[in-house]
């Protein structure tokens, strides 16, 4: 089943969310700040309403200066296609950024995290289910920028309907 309009797009915006949001050592990489993030507990459901959602992954993909403390996830919907024959979506671009400050980058062991926020990205959502369009492919990423302070990075997928 595909997309029927626009407006379905929030909502399934929404469920791309809550499955990040779902995932503790995501979460965790996110939220703590020091060189092992996955040694702490798992946070709260008040610490993840209160301090994660929509401060730390967004679907609003605005992150100004004053959000640089932590790492952020923002959810962008690229781009949809529409099938000539129903004007159903057929494929629909999700983007998925991370921005990190520099001084997070080095994590304890050998990981850095930057990747291992990606990595748990791509484990939340490839191959994933989103009800209502499809299943999510790829995971490929790129480099946008890099600052003194940030890096930012986009992991990208596609969800393509063979209805």
Same mark, same amino acid.
């Given at each position: ?7 379905? !797009?929030?909502?399934?915006? &929404?469920?791309?969310?809550?499955? !990040? ?6 979460? =965790? !990489?996110?939220?703590?700040? %020091? ?7 798992? !946070? ?10 929509? =401060? ?34 057929? +494929?629909?671009? *999700? ?7 520099? %001084? ?6 050998? &990981? ?14 490839? +191959? ?6 499809? =299943?999510? &492919? ?17 992991? +990208?997928? %596609? *969800?393509?309907?063979?209805?």
């Amino acid at each position: 089943m595909g997309v029927r309009n626009c407006a379905e !797009l929030g909502e399934n915006a &929404q469920k791309i969310m809550r499955r !990040l949001m779902a995932n503790q050592d995501l979460l =965790k !990489l996110l939220y703590y700040t %020091d060189k092992d993030p996955l040694s702490h507990e798992d !946070l709260t459901k008040e610490q993840i309403q209160k301090e994660v959602f929509e =401060k730390l992954i967004k679907i609003t993909p605005r992150v100004g200066p004053k959000e640089t403390a932590n790492a952020v996830v923002a959810i962008r919907i690229v781009s949809g296609q529409t099938n000539p024959e129903n004007n159903q979506f057929r +494929n629909v671009s *999700i983007g998925i950024e991370v921005f990190t400050p520099m %001084d997070q980058w080095v994590m304890k062991g050998v &990981q850095l995290r930057p990747f291992a926020i990606l990595g748990e990205i791509q484990k939340s959502l490839s +191959n994933k289910t989103i009800n209502g369009l499809g =299943k999510m &492919q790829g995971g490929s990423f790129t480099l946008n920028f890099l600052t003194e302070e940030m890096s930012d990075y986009e992991m +990208n997928f %596609d *969800i393509i309907s063979y209805d």
